[in-house]
């Protein structure tokens, strides 16, 4: 019996050894995602616009763009955050978010392959590059004033304002079909952007440095606003693509705004 009781107990702990060693039968767990590139801005140290055949990097697919003017596309959502990366890195600031008014949008889409610097410059106008303090009531007049083109002037257009990944907003069509579309939901990090609250954003001259009133655009404070000259938006999304490598598409998902503005 004792022989038995003895034979037992080394079975259940040679059992309970294999089971500390063997895995519960189940696939390994995933390994974590990797962390997301880090961008090397030592790689802009050299950067000259001027250069046109310079590789800045590799587009891992097509961006996509086609009326981008009217709608969010993955083409749009990279020039923004090009944007909004880019002045972060120059101005050693906190910037909340970029926005630009997607009628400047000079080219449809960005082809698979080599990126060049050309490319890039001929992606954009010559807007230079301001960083300003907004109050979230501007920044509502702004959205708000393109999407629904109520003042005159041929800049007045209808066309959809382009956010970094920071910003959403929802166009809502009108009723009847004839009157202008609505910016609504306007959110900042996923919360409502407040009237009283200060921003400080990464946008170009036509909307930073605007000094006319008759427009729907905020007339800023000289105090308010940063340039970075020479540099443009054209720039600045250059070298954010020298110091990130590869542009895949998938980094740039739709979803920022929802909705299109009909175009005239």
């Known amino acids: ?59 891992a697919a097509e961006l996509d763009g086609t009326n981008g003017r009217y709608q969010e596309t993955v083409l749009g959502n990279f020039i923004m955050d090009g944007i909004a990366e880019y002045a972060r890195y120059k101005s050693g600031e906190k910037i909340d978010f970029a926005l630009h008014n997607g009628q400047n949008l000079k080219k449809s889409s960005l082809p698979e ?57 929802t166009i809502t069509p009108a009723t009847p079909v004839t009157d202008p579309p609505q910016a609504t939901k306007i959110k900042v990090n996923g919360i409502d952007i407040g009237d009283e609250e200060e921003y400080r954003i990464a946008v170009g ?26 540099t443009t938006l054209a720039q600045a999304v250059a070298q954010y693509v020298l110091a990130k490598g590869t542009i895949n598409p998938s980094d740039y998902p739709l979803g920022r705004y929802r909705g299109a503005v009909l175009p005239k």
């Not at 702990?13 to 590139?37: E, K, N, Q, S, T």
């Not at 990126?115 to 992606?123: G, M, R, V, Y």
């Open 1 to 59: 019996m004792r022989n038995k009781l003895l034979a037992g107990i080394f079975a259940i702990l040679v059992f309970a050894a294999l089971a500390g060693c063997r895995h519960d039968g189940g696939d390994p767990p995933p390994p974590p995602p990797p962390p997301p590139p880090v961008l090397d801005w030592s790689k802009v140290a050299d950067y000259d616009s001027a250069d046109g055949s310079r590789v800045l990097g590799k587009a």
């Open 113 to 169: 392959g080599d990126i060049s610097n050309s490319d890039i410059l001929a992606l954009l106008g010559t807007d230079k590059l301001y960083v300003c303090t907004f109050t979230g009531k501007q920044v509502k007049d702004v959205i708000e004033g393109f999407v629904k083109s109520t003042t005159g002037g041929s800049w007045s257009a209808n066309c959809a304002v382009l956010v970094s990944k920071e910003v959403s907003y």
């Open 205 to 230: 001259d036509f909307i930073g440095n605007n000094s006319n009133a008759n427009r729907f655009f905020p007339v800023l404070d000289t105090e308010k606003k940063t340039p970075y000259d020479p």
